[in-house]
């Protein structure tokens, strides 16, 4: 605690922070200390929410998705529409130093076809949105079957793993290659197991009259349970770590309270 | 008779295409390529206003057989045998067709232009109700004004610094050409000159950050800081210098040297980044924009914290084995927790017993085939679900 | 007993502000403990250690800054790591935004002190934002010329000699996004596929290290903390070169906000059995 009062008393109090607002190169349009501040004000504004509701963060939260709808034009027109869309439909004009590109008028089929989503506001003939939309999900449905197959094969391949141990040793330190230790064989015929009641589970969800598979469904659950835990502890990680880099942003990008990465 | 696949894919075989024509810097009203366009937007519209006009019985099989046509293309890819040529190119022959793997760009591209398009559409959708309060005075009227200023000052300098970084991408290639032709000109004077100066200030700034950086973690005393500072301001003046005279010694023989179209497109670079408008976009996105996203993201830290205070009960053993994984898991992702273990040796059996070995064998074990499995499972479903809309069986979208 | 009571409705603002309070200290004045690195980034560090000077990987990153926390340091961290070996870099994206942010980071980065002054078009390119992951992929395992012949980046140094993706060491994803899954889908065996990956994406990405489909995986925040540990070692002669950066300073911070949690689930269960107690003997 009193090295945290020691860093404090640095910075604040020393009035580095306060000549910081003020300084600016030439060519900067704003010192960078009041480019963070303006930062700071919207992180607090979003962080006043968990107070409770009110008129500030509504007001940032519009800033917010204002600038997130104009930036999802922008991205559309110059990653996308500008370089293969436009150029590719007309061409470049050559200069000095750039070669001409020749135009490809076919690409401009695709415009009258975008638009057609526009249909989906039409009562009437909301129906012809389907045909830009049935394109790309027809596109993507084609790409499943070999989807399936790179994803999924190299798994179960994973998955079937030798669960004979060939030499009664218990621990694999300082083994040769290719020998499966006892221990070994126990780890991946739970391996297998777990697969395999996790699975049942899943493709039996609906109501089920053999005990078999009722037990192995309910053994299923618990280990399900495993696999939720690990993601939960996960989520929470990095929730926090987002988090931490907000106050990180806060206090020693803004305020300068402690020493700088 | 391979025409038809060179059209799809676009490609330019040697000779005059139809499909590809030349763009010159005539004004554009008088360029074949131009009418080519207008007249290829009057052709579909009119055939797509003909298929808006069709019985709606036809709809159905209109929007399945678009969809089947599209995804044919891909499991067709998918199963027709590749040849690898000695270039290292793939090619997979169909009789008659070509070269069926040709058009693949063509048809990711299409799928990426769609794609974009109905992205400017969605945010239309949001500008019509926010214009729509906003023009009744309607409640809230406030806020959708804020969000109508914010959308279309990020567009206005989005859309600027765009065209300005293509007139920075043609100044490079001009810089490249003088360079290969060994030509200076007044204007490259002033641009490397420029250039030196911005490369020597972000020299001294990273000094200086790095002095400050150290002064902060008490590596060095105050005394010390001040002298560094001042050794960066003299390595930036000399720096300058040095290079000034490099430039005007340049600019006396008439010579580019290598040296100096380096600096001259770090010069055009950074012409380009103090720009008002650069600056004022790296404001709007990187200051405003990425902040309110971070900020935004980082508040589920605090629900989940509450949430989990609240309703995290040890209640069945379900409940009890997720938080014990939970726990681990947790612990062998920080070091102060692994600290707890990391005592025991890890090549004794005893080292099992060690939190990240422990973590380990949870994640290998018993994580992934449970993981493997859920995915499995929805894997299965997702292909169901391709050939439902492969086949027009999928009520959302052909219906 | 009351004290349980309270326990039980206790305003959830209060445990808000003793999370920002400890995070707020942690940040300030962390805690450091010894690292004990993982074998998934050890793997990672070693592929990419063993590449040569002029090797070329395709480095797409996903995030943005709404995930600055963990994948900045991991992102900066690789990049780092490349261009002191000299690697050549191409860089896309299938977020819009991450591609700025991508374009901003190595820039910083390559200023730095020991990371050879990378130079966009020589040393690095950055062929952009592609919206339609799976058709890009898909473009890109099949002829990755022609899918960045848009771009303007074929005919620079950087890919003079890619006239396959197979010609890349490797494609190194930076994601925070489940973009990692369309490569598993298509990418053929071509090259190796090597991921960095926020927390909440370790756990379905684990098995797919575990089935070899990648070659090395950096978790969250304590994956770029192990980046950052084996660059320290590496490179430690050289004082002035930043090896250890944000991994390393947000686990201080990032074990008390667990700690808080761990305490906070311990104290409601206890809480919930003592009300519970008193309830049935009353």
Redesign the interface.
């Known amino acids: 605690m009193m090295k945290f009062l020691a860093q404090v008393d ?1 910075s604040i109090f020393k009035g580095e922070w306060w000549q910081e607002l003020t300084k600016k ?1 030439d ?4 010192p960078p200390m009041v ?2 501040t ?2 700071a004000f ?2 607090i504004g ?2 006043s ?2 107070y409770r509701e009110n008129k500030l963060y ?3 939260e ?21 370089d ?2 436009w150029d ?11 070669p ?19 249909f ?2 039409s009562r009437k ?1 909301a ?2 949105s ?17 989807a ?1 197959q790179e ?2 094969l190299p ?2 391949a994973a ?1 079937t793993v030798p669960i004979i141990p060939n030499t009664w040793e218990l ?1 694999g ?1 300082g083994q040769p290659p290719g020998t499966l230790t006892i221990s070994n064989a126990v ?2 015929i ?3 197991l ?3 009641v ?2 049942s ?3 039996y969800s609906f109501e089920q009259k053999n005990k078999l598979v009722q037990r192995s469904a309910l053994y299923g ?10 993601i ?6 990095t ?2 770590v ?2 931490i ?2 106050a990180y ?1 806060l206090l020693i990008e803004w305020l300068r309270l ?4 | 008779m391979n025409w038809s696949i060179q ?1 799809l894919a ?1 490609d ?1 075989p040697p000779g005059t295409n139809i ?7 005539d004004p554009i009203l008088s360029q074949p ?2 009418w ?6 009057i052709v ?2 009119i055939l ?1 206003f003909l ?2 006009r069709v019985p709606s019985n036809f ?1 159905k099989p ?3 057989g ?10 067709a ?2 199963l027709i045998p590749k040849q690898r040529l000695a ?4 090619i997979a022959p169909v009789p008659v067709i070509g070269n069926w ?1 040709a058009a ?2 063509v ?22 109700v926010h214009f729509g309060r906003l023009l009744k005075a309607q409640k809230d009227w406030f ?2 004004a ?10 206005f300098f ?2 600027a610094n ?1 065209s300005e970084r293509r007139g920075l ?2 100044t ?3 810089i ?2 003088a360079a290969e032709s060994q030509e200076m000109s007044e204007r490259w004077v002033q641009v490397a000159t420029l250039g030196s100066e911005s490369q020597a ?2 020299t001294k700034q ?1 000094a200086e ?2 002095a ?2 150290r002064l ?3 590596e060095i005393s105050r005394e010390e800081f001040e002298t560094r500072k001042t050794e960066a301001e003299d390595v930036y003046e000399t720096a300058v210098a040095a290079s000034t005279a490099q430039i005007e010694a340049a600019a006396a023989s008439g010579e580019m040297t290598p040296e100096i179209a380096g600096l001259a ?1 770090a010069g055009a670079r950074a012409e380009q980044a ?1 720009g ?1 408008i650069a ?2 976009q790296r ?20 629900f ?3 949430a ?3 309703a ?3 209640r069945s ?3 009890t ?11 062998s ?7 707890i273990t ?1 005592g025991l040796p890890s ?1 004794q ?1 005893i080292g099992n017993l060690r939190l ?1 070995s422990i973590s ?18 929805l ?1 299965l479903g ?2 169901a ?3 439902r ?2 086949f027009g069986l999928e009520r959302g ?2 219906e | 007993m009351k004290v349980w009571q309270a326990l039980l409705t ?1 305003d ?1 603002r209060i ?2 502000l003793v ?1 920002m309070i400890l995070v707020g200290w942690q940040v300030v004045s962390p ?6 690195v ?2 998934k980034t050890d793997s990672l560090f070693d592929y990419i250690d063993s590449m040569n000077e002029g090797d070329v990987v395709l480095v797409q990153s996903d995030w ?6 963990e994948s900045r340091s991991q992102f900066q961290a690789l990049m780092r790591h490349l261009m002191r070996k000299k690697v050549k870099i191409i860089v896309t994206s299938i977020d819009g ?1 991450a591609i ?2 991508a374009r ?1 980071n190595i820039e910083e980065v390559a ?3 020991g990371n050879n002054d990378y ?1 966009q ?1 020589r040393d690095y390119v950055i062929a952009g934002f ?3 992951a ?3 992929v ?2 890109v395992v ?2 990755i010329r ?2 960045f ?2 771009r ?1 980046v074929v005919n620079t140094p950087v890919m003079a000699n890619i ?2 993706l ?2 890349c060491r490797a494609v190194i994803l930076v994601t925070a996004s489940a973009s990692i899954n369309i490569w598993y889908q298509r990418m053929r065996n071509k090259t190796k596929l090597g991921l960095f990956c926020t ?1 909440v994406m370790s ?2 990405n ?2 797919y290290y ?1 089935s070899g489909q990648l070659f090395g995986l950096a ?2 925040a ?1 994956g770029a ?1 192990d980046y950052e540990t084996l660059l320290q070692d590496k490179y430690k002669e050289d004082q ?1 070169m930043i090896n250890l950066a944000a991994g390393q300073r947000y ?2 911070p ?2 008390f ?2 700690m ?3 305490v ?2 311990i ?3 206890i809480a ?1 059995v003592m009300v519970r107690k008193a309830g049935n003997s009353s």
């Open positions: 640095h190169e060519w900067q349009i704003m480019v963070l303006i930062g919207l992180t979003i962080y929410l968990l509504r007001f940032v519009h800033i917010f998705v204002g600038l997130a709808a104009g930036y999802a034009i922008v991205v559309a027109w110059t990653q996308v529409l500008a293969q869309w590719a439909m007309l061409g470049k004009v050559p200069t000095d130093a750039m001409m590109a020749l135009g490809r008028w076919a690409w401009a089929v695709l415009l009258p076809i975008g638009f057609m989503g526009l989906v506001f003939q129906w012809l389907r045909i830009p939309i049935g394109i790309i999900l027809g596109l993507w449905a084609g790409q499943q079957f070999s399936f994803e999924f798994q179960l998955t621990a330190a780890s991946n739970i391996l297998v777990t697969f395999l996790v699975l589970y899943f493709l659950r618990w280990l399900l349970m495993i696999g939720l835990g690990a939960f502890g996960t989520t929470m990680m929730r926090f987002l988090f880099d907000r942003f402690g020493p700088p990465l | 059209f676009q330019t499909w590809a024509l030349e763009r010159t810097s390529i131009f080519w366009v207008v007249g290829t937007i579909t519209s797509l298929i808006a709809r209109l929007i399945v678009v969809t089947f046509l599209c995804g044919f293309y891909y499991v890819e998918w270039t290292g190119e793939e793997l693949l760009p048809a990711s591209s299409t799928a990426q232009i769609i794609s974009a398009m109905l992205l400017v559409l969605g945010v239309i959708s949001i500008f019509r806020f959708s804020v969000l109508l200023i914010s959308m279309f000052t990020m567009l989005g859309m765009f991408d043609v490079l290639a001009e490249d050409k200030f972000t990273n950050n790095d400050f950086r902060r973690k008490g497109r103090r008002f600056q004022s404001f709007v996105f990187t200051d405003m924009l990425q902040v309110l996203d971070a900020a935004t993201f980082s508040l589920i830290a605090f989940i914290l509450s989990a205070f609240r995290f009960r040890l053993i379900e409940a084995i997720l938080m014990f994984t939970a726990l681990i898991i947790l612990l992702f920080v070091p102060l927790g692994l600290a990391s090549d059996f990240d380990d064998w949870i994640l290998a074990y018993l994580n992934t085939p449970a993981i493997r499995a859920i995915n499995l499972g894997a997702v292909l679900m391709g050939m809309i492969l979208v052909s | 206790l959830r445990l808000y999370l805690l450091q403990a010894e690292n004990v993982s074998t943005t800054n709404s995930t600055r926390g935004q700025e942010v901003v200023k730095e002190h130079e078009g592609f919206p339609d799976p058709n890009y898909f473009g099949n002829d022609k899918e012949a848009p303007g006239s396959d197979s010609d927390a756990a379905e684990i098995p575990a978790i969250g304590k903390f002035k686990m201080g990032l074990a906000a667990l808080l949690l761990i906070a689930v104290f409601g269960n919930m």
